[in-house]
């Protein structure tokens, strides 16, 4: 799988092989399990609410047992009155999935595949040499039209270790999200649109993987 290398200023100077990370047979089934995972991390899910115990409101029986025609209550922090406690709430209590590292470097190189697959990867050489967003700005607005991407296309940068100073001129950008090479997840490549990853990254190779889910 091949990819086209460009200047700083957007410039096409040449194709590059891309590693076998994004040269393998996509895995649906896995990289869905793997965004379910994701999604359900990226939600707190912290939400709470009062049972008919911890509600402020009197002990007090309402009216009386027998008599009233009406059905038989004690408390008003029932669940059936106004400003009574709520029955089968959520509890405040997460519970957490996780990914082994197997199936989140599978998950990875099949959302890599796919996205070399559609040609939504790009190499930038030189990227450290970005200084000012007016230049970074510039580089998308030609990578975009020699891609023909769509209007308000998302772009994410994936930077080296060695060149993450370039988030500076990068992280005011509409439409771009940056991430390290060794930070980078099956979520980001799927719906980061297209990639523009530092040409030393690849040069490094992919190391680690991502601890984070």
Not at 62 to 72: I, V, W
């Amino acid at each position: 799988m091949k990819a086209n290398v460009y200047s700083i200023k957007g410039v096409k100077l040449d194709t590059i092989d891309l590693p076998k990370e994004f040269n393998q047979k996509e895995n649906t089934k896995l990289l869905a399990q793997a965004m379910h995972v994701y999604q359900a991390r990226k939600h707190p899910g912290l939400s709470k609410v009062k049972t008919r115990g911890e509600v402020a409101l009197t002990t007090q029986k309402a009216y009386r047992q027998k008599g009233t025609g009406r059905a038989r209550h004690g408390a008003k922090s029932a669940p059936i009155f106004v400003g009574g406690g709520v029955a089968h709430g959520p509890k405040g209590i997460k519970r957490q999935l996780y990914l082994s590292k197997k199936i989140k470097k599978s998950a990875l190189s099949s959302a890599l595949s796919l996205k070399a697959k559609e040609g939504e990867v790009a190499v930038v050489s030189g990227i450290s040499n970005l200084k000012k967003t007016k230049e970074a700005a510039n580089l998308l607005q030609k990578v975009a039209k020699i891609t023909k991407s769509k209007k308000d296309q998302k772009f994410t940068f994936v930077l080296s270790s060695n060149n993450s100073g370039a988030k500076l001129a990068l992280r005011n950008l509409k439409n771009a999200a940056i991430v390290r090479f060794e930070d980078l997840n099956a979520f980001q490549v799927y719906f980061g649109g297209t990639l523009l990853i530092d040409k030393e990254a690849l040069g490094v190779g992919r190391k680690t993987v991502s601890k984070k889910a």
